[in-house]
C-alpha cells in the first residue's frame, strides 16, 4: 500500500521555466512533508519542507504547496536550473500525531527532473 | 555538518554471501536508519533504530537484520545474499525528538550480488 505518491516518473523542463513536481498522501496522520533531491551515485539532500497548519512555504527559487484536503502536494522551481536535473523524492512523517514514530519517514517513488539548457 | 558515512560506495558479493554494510554518524543523532532504492519503489524503509541495542522493522525486513551495539553506529547484514537484494543502499540519521523530522543520509552503497 503505497501512503506517499509521486505519479510522474519523469519531467523533463526547459531551462529558465518553472518545474511543478506533485505528491500525493492517503494517511491522514500526515503532518510534516519533506522534499528531498538526490544526484546519481550521492545520498538525498534535504531541500524544503512543509508543517500542515501551512499551505505554504518559500526558500528561494523553492515553493512547497499543500493543500491538506485534497491530501496533495506541490513542489515549484522557478526559474528552472540545469543543476536542478535530480530525482526528487516526496517524503511524509507523523512529526505532531505522538506515539513511537521515532522520526520515520515514508518517501514516494521519485521524479526524475531533467531541466535542459 | 552533520556527517554519515558508508563503509563503501560499491559493494560485489556472490550469491549466498554474508555481506556487512556499515555505516557511522558524528551528530549524536538518536536515530539511524536503513533504506534501499529501486527504480520506480522510490525508498524502501528496511530497518531502523532509535537507541543503541534498539531496533524496529520497516517496510521491507526479509533477509535481512541489524546491528546497534554504539550510538553512532548502525550495521545491515545480509545473512545470505541472494540476486534480488542487488540495490542501492542507503543509511540516514535523525533526531530522537526533531522539530521535523529531517534525515541526513550517506552517499550510498551500490550492492550487486552475482
Known amino acids: 500500500d503505497q501512503q506517499v505518491k509521486q505519479n510522474s516518473p519523469s519531467l523533463s523542463v526547459q531551462e529558465g521555466r518553472i518545474s511543478i513536481l506533485n505528491c500525493d498522501y492517503t494517511?491522514?496522520?500526515?503532518?510534516?512533508f519533506l522534499w528531498y533531491k538526490k544526484y546519481p551515485a550521492e545520498g538525498p539532500t534535504f531541500l524544503i519542507s512543509i508543517s500542515s497548519i501551512k499551505d505554504k512555504n518559500e526558500d528561494g527559487r523553492f515553493t512547497v504547496f499543500l493543500n491538506k484536503s485534497a491530501k496533495h502536494l506541490s513542489l515549484h522551481i522557478v526559474p528552472s536550473q540545469p543543476g536542478d536535473s535530480a530525482v526528487y523524492f516526496c517524503?511524509?512523517?507523523?512529526?505532531?500525531?505522538?506515539?513511537?514514530?521515532?522520526?520515520?519517514?515514508?518517501f514516494g517513488q521519485g521524479t526524475i527532473l531533467t531541466v535542459h539548457p | 555538518d552533520v556527517k554519515v558515512t558508508q563503509s563503501s560506495r560499491y559493494l560485489v558479493k556472490r550469491t549466498g554471501e554474508k555481506v556487512f554494510l556499515e555505516c557511522v554518524q558524528d551528530m549524536d543523532h538518536e536515530n539511524m536508519f536503513w533504506y534501499r532504492q529501486d527504480p520506480g519503489l522510490g525508498l524502501r524503509l528496511i530497518y531502523f533504530s532509535y537507541d543503541v541495542k534498539m531496533k524496529e522493522k520497516g517496510d521491507i525486513p526479509e533477509g535481512y537484520s541489524v546491528s546497534r551495539e554504539k550510538k553512532e553506529r548502525f550495521s545491515l547484514i545480509l545473512e545470505s545474499a541472494s540476486t534480488n537484494q542487488t540495490s542501492m543502499y542507503l543509511c540516514?540519521?535523525?533526531?530522537?525528538?526533531?522539530?521535523?523530522?529531517?534525515?541526513?543520509f550517506g552517499p550510498g552503497t551500490r550492492l550487486t550480488v552475482l
Open positions: 494517511n491522514s496522520m500526515f503532518d510534516y
Open positions: 540516514a540519521s535523525s533526531l530522537l525528538a526533531g522539530a521535523s523530522n529531517e534525515q541526513f
Open positions: 517524503a511524509a512523517s507523523a512529526l505532531y500525531a505522538g506515539g513511537t514514530s521515532y522520526g520515520k519517514l515514508t
